[in-house]
């Protein structure tokens, strides 16, 4: 639970930045992505949590402007701290929240947006997730 906690505290700064600069700090992931390959050393079933944002980097490589290089980092954290299952997961109710928040400003503004930043949207698909996790 502590672990979670923590994920949810960067996801936010994260998402806090995301929103306000349109980048997510490489300082943060990457420290976040060393710690957690200590923690997880000796349980390797985490690294399979690697697994979404390995294909989010195969899918930027080929479109680059599909999601942002941090973004891609943020799930490769979130990966390694809860596991295979759960980034599938939030990773679902990311794209289920942006894809709603893009159709509702499409509606009321009558216009397309050429891209958001995803953070906010990670960070509620990882509260999601967190709370389905802990419920079931």
Known sequence: MALEGLLFFLCSWCSYTDLKERRISNVCTYAALLILCVIRLFDPV?????????????????K???????DIKL???????????????????????????????????????ASIPLAPFILIGL????ILKYSI
């Open 75 to 113: 799930f490769a954290v979130i990966g390694l701290a809860i596991g295979f299952n759960y980034t599938i997961m939030v990773l679902f109710w990311t794209c289920l929240g942006a894809l709603i928040f893009m159709t509702l400003y499409r509606v009321v503004k009558s216009r397309k947006l």
């Open 127 to 130: 509260f999601i997730a967190i």
């Open 46 to 62: 985490f690294y399979l949590g690697l697994v979404p944002a390995i294909l989010l980097f195969l899918a930027w490589l080929f």
């Open 64 to 70: 680059p402007d599909a999601i942002g290089e941090g």
